[in-house]
DNA sequence: TATGAATTATTCGTGTACGAAACATTTGCA
DNA sequence: TGCAAATGTTTCGTACACGAATAATTCATA
């Protein structure tokens, strides 16, 4: 459709080019992980706490760009695991230290090797995407320091409230 | 932790850099979408019907670079708001076709411009981004046509299984 | 032309993901 | 000192996301 005037696609777009690879970098890595239970997420907070030693939710939450609101479920179920431990910081009990155990430790090298071998063996490990690494991050960095300059004008269509 | 020998950080990783990048922008975007209802992935099913016209779930879900167990729910709510209809093809009664509808149509122009203005405040709308957007491209295509070469080595740690 | 194989979509179970609200603790200041 | 504001975490509700199982239909061929 839409006939003449080229709109810009999809795969033009940068946001659309990132979401579908980082799906695809998912999928990629969970054929690895297989039945081990491993995901990225979980890879991401173990390298996190490997890279920096015990941690706070917030602090964590700042080096894994990810929310307290989505590691606290996910910190209970690899605390379950037993590859890491969340305990209450005893000089201020609102903190929660995360800690990697030696099993944490162990796995997180061999999960290091198995994302590494996949990064290569498609072309993508560190030696090779130097550039297209930075520039994603300055991305970043400019993404998390703006606010959208307007929101979108659409009539609200949140489900038609299925009167019930 | 990891005292001298420095292994390779997350931030140099590119699967991580993706991987955060693509959540600052979604969070960019829910920002701008307000509450409107309107999120990422239904931006991408409408953009994908825009440019391409009716279409069945599995040629969306190439399209839209999502899988059909993804599509279903989401095609099912965007039915409801009024914006796409889902007609069985009475030629093959397996095939679902999705095609955009008048109110489809005009909101996916509101979110177009409201996505590239998005972008453009932050220095990433098309015009800038052709080289590092063709380089995603290729990696994407890279990924998508490989099998990880080696499965992880890990004791499954699938959760304790709470002998229930 | 039957019937098993292949194709297409949906459902189901689990795991992120995040904003808002709830909760606990600590801080700041009257 | 005492209590409101600030801080840090968890909980809750909703929305993706995907593999596996299921269901419905069509195809292939014996």
């Not at 760009?65 to 590859?83: D, F, I, Q």
């Not at 099993?103 to 061999?110: D, F, H, K, N």
Request: aromatic share 6%; net charge negative; proline share 7%.
């Amino acid at each position: 459709m839409n006939d003449q005037y080229d709109p810009i696609s999809l795969e033009q777009l940068l946001c659309f080019n990132v979401y579908s690879l980082n799906r695809a970098l998912n999928r990629f890595y969970q054929a690895a992980f297989g039945e081990t239970g491993m995901t990225y997420p979980k890879f991401v907070v173990l390298s996190a706490l490997d890279e920096a030693g015990p941690l706070t939710v917030s602090e964590l939450s700042a080096r894994a760009s990810m929310e307290p609101s989505t590691l606290s479920p996910l910190l209970k179920r690899m605390a379950e695991y037993g590859v890491l431990t969340r305990i209450r910081a005893p000089e201020d009990e609102r903190r929660v230290v995360v800690q990697l155990t030696d099993m944490g430790r162990e796995a997180v090298t061999l999960v290091r090797e198995a994302v590494l071998e996949g990064l290569k063996g498609v072309d993508l490990d560190p030696s090779q995407t130097g550039q297209i690494v930075k520039e994603l991050g300055a991305a970043r960095a400019r993404i998390e320091g703006t606010k959208p300059a307007r929101q979108l004008e659409l009539g609200p269509m949140p489900p038609p409230l299925t009167n019930c």
